[in-house]
T-cell receptor, first 114, second 112 residues
Framework: GESVGLHLPTLSVQEGDNSIINCAYS??????FIWYKQESGKGPQFIID?????DKRQGQRVTVLLNKTVKHLSLQIAATQPGDSAVYFC?????????????FGQGTILTVHP | DGGITQSPKYLFRKEGQNVTLSCEQN?????MYWYRQDPGQGLRLIYY???????QKGDIAEGYSVSREKKESFPLTVTSAQKNPTAFYLC???????????FGPGTRLTVT
């Protein structure tokens, strides 16, 4: 079936570095994408979203890039801090019969070393 | 404080017993959702409800049941028919479908 997936399951960076987390999706009908952060034992928290009519969106220290041609999106975190250590998920709202369902990828573990 | 509460945080049950997980929100959201998360996995949708007295199956509804009698509440029952019930269960709500989902703290269910 169609799914949202991640290229890298783990990412380790030094404090102050920029982090890039990647995600590939396969549902060509997906038109709305979201990045979530999940700390251990907690529910996911919304980070940033992007719709398919955009290719870039910026938030506070985060940027999401969307490449519809290759069905790829990425989350860039500037000046990564130890508090950014968590699991990051991309998710997509599909179209058609999946309109009301948010599909999550496997997740990437980000570890930030002081 | 506005938010979503799930109780209890940890739940232990014997195999063959049904168990109901609580989810309450005071955000005045119409839509509510239940997800299951297994170790090293993303979230998978069990059931969702767009409005009171209405709900739809998600991707892994077998062995689960829900009700939506009140806007604030969306309890999930894990029945004995669920083959692998041990997991982390997350409830979420949103103003409507395709709106930002807010997640509760989760309930970790262990069935032995």
């Amino acid at each position: 079936g169609e799914s949202v997936g991640l290229h890298l399951p783990t990412l380790s960076v030094q404090e102050g570095d920029n982090s890039i987390i990647n995600c590939a999706y396969s549902n060509s009908a997906s038109d709305y994408f979201i990045w979530y952060k999940q700390e251990s034992g907690k529910g996911p928290q919304f980070i940033i979203d992007i719709r398919s009519n955009m290719d870039k969106r910026q938030g506070q220290r985060v940027t999401v890039l969307l490449n519809k041609t290759v069905k790829h999106l990425s989350l860039q975190i500037a000046a990564t801090q130890p508090g950014d250590s968590a699991v990051y998920f991309c998710a997509d709202w599909g179209g058609g019969t999946s309109y009301g369902k948010l599909t999550f990828g496997q997740g990437t573990i980000l570890t930030v070393h002081p | 404080d506005g938010g979503i509460t799930q109780s209890p945080k940890y739940l232990f049950r014997k195999e063959g017993q049904n168990v109901t997980l609580s989810c309450e929100q005071n955000l005045n959201h119409d839509a509510m959702y239940w997800y299951r998360q297994d170790p090293g996995q993303g979230l998978r949708l069990i059931y969702y409800s767009q409005i009171v007295n209405d709900f739809q199956k998600g991707d892994i509804a077998e062995g689960y049941s829900v009700s939506r009698e009140k806007k604030e509440s969306f309890p999930l029952t894990v029945t004995s028919a669920q083959k692998n019930p041990t997991a982390f269960y997350l409830c979420a709500s949103s103003l409507g479908l395709r709106k930002e989902q807010y997640f509760g703290p989760g309930t970790r269910l262990t069935v032995t």
